[in-house]
């Protein structure tokens, strides 16, 4: 049974930083694993991807700001937010082959 579950959620105010983190089990091949956002009223988006040969690909809205990351040997992926805007404010959804997914944590940024 594959499971994907995502931590580091929260409230953060703008202008700061927050890392979300992604465990995935019951799985051999993650060939790519990605951060989906989704706001209120709005369709779920791609933010961060990256592939297992460390291939990466970045909503234009994030780059420069967040960055992803994965471990092979741990089977994890982070994204890592800095200089966060309340336009970051989302459920975000991390998914492996775009087949499985998380059940999402809720970013929200203001002050």
């Known amino acids: 049974q594959v499971r994907v579950v995502e931590s580091g959620g929260g409230l953060v105010q703008p202008g700061g930083s927050l890392r979300l983190a992604c465990a995935v089990s019951?799985?051999?091949?993650?060939?790519?694993m990605g951060w989906y956002r989704q706001a209120q009223g709005k369709q779920r988006e791609l933010v961060a991807s990256?592939?297992?040969?460390?291939?990466?690909n970045y909503a234009d809205s994030v780059k420069g700001r967040f960055t992803v990351s994965r471990d092979n040997a741990k089977n994890t992926v982070d994204l890592q937010m800095d200089n966060v805007k309340p336009e970051d404010t989302a459920v975000y959804y991390c998914?492996?082959?775009?087949?499985?997914w998380g059940q999402g944590t809720q970013v929200t940024v203001s002050s």
């Open positions: 019951g799985i051999l091949n993650s060939y790519r």
């Open positions: 998914a492996v082959n775009d087949i499985y």
């Open positions: 990256v592939t297992y040969d460390d291939n990466t």
